[in-house]
C-alpha cells in the first residue's frame, strides 16, 4: 500500500492485489468490548526521514501515540527483573551485566581502533549479530542485552540475523571508526547533513522520538494509505497465482502479466502491467508460477528465510485492580530465562 501511495502521487497508475479481505498484510487491529489491540507488529519508530514525511503527508500525526514512558525497560536476570540502564553511571552500578563485561564495554574504544583494520569486519562477508557484538562486547552482552531486544524487535535470534541488514547504523559505525562507542560519541556531535528534506512540521516542532502506534492500531496506517486508492486500484480478496515476463523490443509496457483469482469470481484473470512490485514473504512467492517468455523461470537464487513462529497473548486488568503505578515500557526474556517465561 505504501509503494501504490508512493507511486499514486508521482502521476503512475497502480493496482494492488491482496489476497486478504482487508488491507495490511500482517499488519491487524482488533477492537473488542472497548479494547484494542494489535495481533501483528504494535508499534513502529520514525528514524528514517522518509517514514516521518509519509506519516505528515498522511495527516497521521495526531493519531499517533507514544508510551507514557520509554526510559524504564526490564531484562529478566535470574528469574527476576532488572531495569536497563540507560547512561554509563547507571550501567557501572547496575546488576544486570558482571564487572567483566562492564569493563570490557569501557574498553571497548580502546580494544576497537580504526587503525586496526584487521579487525574490522570484512564488507564482503555476511556476519551475524551474535558474532558481531560478541567480538565487541562479548558473550554476556550478547545473552542478557541483545538476544533479548532482537527478540523483541524482530521476534528472531541473534545467530540467524545479518548485522549489516539490522543494525546498519553500527555496522556503519565500527567500518569508519572501528569503535562502536567511539563512533556514536562522535556522529552524536558531528554536524547533521542535508537536513533541506524534513518537512516543516518536524523543524517547527520538537517531536517524541522511540516506538509509537497510532489511535485505532497499527491497522489505521494501511487504511489510510488505501484511502488514496481507488475502488479499481484495490483488489481485495484477489490471490495471485502466477506472473508472466514477456519482453517485447518494440515497447517497454505491458510485458508483465498477472494472472489472479478473486473471491467472487474464481476463474483465473488476467491483467498485463508494466512493472510489479512483490511484498509478499518469500514462502508464498514460491508457491506462484513464473514464467519468462514462456519458460518456467527457477526461483532457486532466493534464500532460503526462516519465518519464525509467534505467538500473542492479550492480557487486561480493571484499572481499580491494579495498586501501583505502570512506568515501564516492558519486560524482555532472554533465551536462558526462557525456564522463567515467555520469550518477551
Known amino acids: 500500500a505504501a509503494a501504490a501511495y508512493k507511486l499514486k502521487s508521482n502521476g503512475f497508475k497502480v493496482t494492488v492485489f491482496e489476497a486478504e479481505g482487508r488491507p495490511g498484510g500482517k499488519l491487524r487491529s482488533v477492537c473488542h468490548g472497548g479494547l484494542i489491540w494489535d495481533e501483528g507488529a504494535n508499534t513502529m519508530t520514525e528514524s528514517e526521514i522518509e517514514v516521518k514525511n509519509l506519516i505528515h503527508d498522511l495527516g497521521l500525526e495526531e493519531k499517533q501515540q507514544f508510551p507514557i514512558s520509554q526510559s524504564k525497560r526490564y531484562i ?24 567483566k563485561s562492564k569493563f570490557r564495554i569501557i574498553l571497548e574504544p580502546v580494544f576497537w581502533k580504526r587503525s586496526e583494520p584487521s579487525k574490522v569486519c570484512n564488507s564482503d562477508t555476511e556476519e551475524s549479530v551474535d558474532e558481531f557484538f ?49 563512533g556514536a560519541i562522535q ?96 514462502c508464498n512467492l514460491k508457491e506462484m508460477r513464473i514464467t ?18 509467534l505467538s500473542v497473548i492479550i492480557t487486561t486488568f480493571k484499572k481499580e485492580n491494579v495498586k501501583q503505578p505502570l512506568e515501564g515500557f516492558g519486560v524482555l526474556v532472554p533465551s536462558k530465562e526462557q525456564q522463567n517465561g515467555l520469550k518477551t
Not at 529478566?76 to 564487572?99: D, E, H, M, Q, Y
Not at 540475523?161 to 569508519?176: A, D, G, K, M, Q
Open 292 to 309: 519468462k517468455g514462456r519458460n518456467h523461470f527457477l526461483l532457486d537464487f532466493i534464500p532460503e528465510v526462516i519465518y519464525m513462529p
Open 76 to 99: 529478566v536476570r535470574n528469574g527476576k527483573p532488572v531495569l536497563i540502564p540507560t547512561n554509563p553511571i547507571a550501567l557501572i552500578t547496575s546488576n544486570i551485566l558482571s564487572a
Open 187 to 282: 556522529s552524536k556531535f558531528s554536524p547533521k547533513k542535508d537536513k533541506s528534506k524534513e518537512t516543516n512540521s518536524s523543524r517547527h516542532k520538537k517531536r517524541q522520538r522511540g516506538s509509537f502506534s497510532f489511535l485505532g492500531g497499527m491497522q489505521t496506517l494501511p487504511d489510510r494509505l488505501c484511502k488514496e486508492l481507488a475502488k479499481d486500484e484495490l483488489r481485495l480478496e484477489s490471490k495471485v497465482l502466477s506472473l508472466s515476463y514477456n519482453h517485447d523490443s518494440r515497447s517497454a509496457l505491458d510485458n508483465w502479466s498477472v494472472s489472479f483469482a478473486s473471491k467472487g469470481n474464481k476463474r483465473m484473470q488476467d491483467s498485463s502491467y508494466d512493472a510489479v512490485i512483490m511484498t509478499a514473504p518469500l
Open 134 to 182: 560478541q567480538r565487541h562486547f562479548g558473550q554476556e552482552v550478547v545473552d542478557y542485552l541483545v538476544d533479548p531486544f532482537v527478540a523483541g524487535t524482530s521476534a528472531g535470534d541473534p545467530e540467524s540475523l545479518s548485522v549489516r541488514h539490522t543494525f546498519p547504523e553500527l555496522w556503519n559505525l565500527e567500518t569508519r571508526f572501528g569503535s562502536i562507542i567511539a
